[in-house]
């Protein structure tokens, strides 16, 4: 299934061929789409996770933070894993949590940087997002970690935290 936003740019299908024989599950742009380092709580829970680190977003590689509007995804693994969460904010919130998802699932999801011409800003991710994400991947105790040191570290001010915490629930 192929999900295009066509503000990503023309869909490069004089090379869409070369994906055919690919083995990955999934495809997509979300590096140069500005997906890189999304969400910022991510490294209070899982600072040191490999998969944390993003390569350069010129380069194709293994990644989990992808963007849905540059995707293009196995049907069999679409049924398997299941469809981007609706209870998002945002379409770069439910992008993460679906990478996410995919690669902790077994899913190879490959950033592929040809599929968009040049590079996007990020796109804005609400703390909301951010603990819908951390709510739906990680144990309530690592949720609570995470908005500990939201405040500690100046990441959220205590009354946007707390409505962001009470919205992801």
Not at 28 to 36: E, F, P, Q, T
Not at 132 to 150: G, K, T
């Amino acid at each position: 299934m192929l999900v295009w936003d066509p503000a990503a740019g023309p869909l490069p299908t004089d090379r869409l061929h070369e994906l055919e024989g690919s083995q990955a599950d999934v495809h997509h742009a979300g590096l140069r789409m500005g997906m890189g380092g999304l969400p910022g709580c991510l490294d209070f829970v899982a600072p040191t996770w490999m998969l944390n680190l993003d390569p350069p977003p010129q380069r194709e590689a293994t990644s989990w933070r992808l963007s849905l509007r540059a995707c293009l995804i196995r049907r069999a693994m679409l049924a398997r894993l299941g469809p981007p969460d609706p209870g998002f904010g945002t379409t770069a919130g439910a992008s993460l949590e679906f990478g996410h998802r995919y690669i902790t699932h077994g899913a190879i999801v490959r950033h592929v940087p040809w599929l968009v011409e040049g590079s996007c800003p990020a796109p804005p991710l609400p703390l909301e997002d951010e603990f819908r994400f951390l709510a739906l991947r990680y144990p309530r105790r690592w949720v609570a970690w995470a908005a500990v040191r939201a405040l500690l570290t100046g990441h959220a001010s205590p009354g946007h935290l707390a409505r962001a915490i009470v919205t992801s629930a």
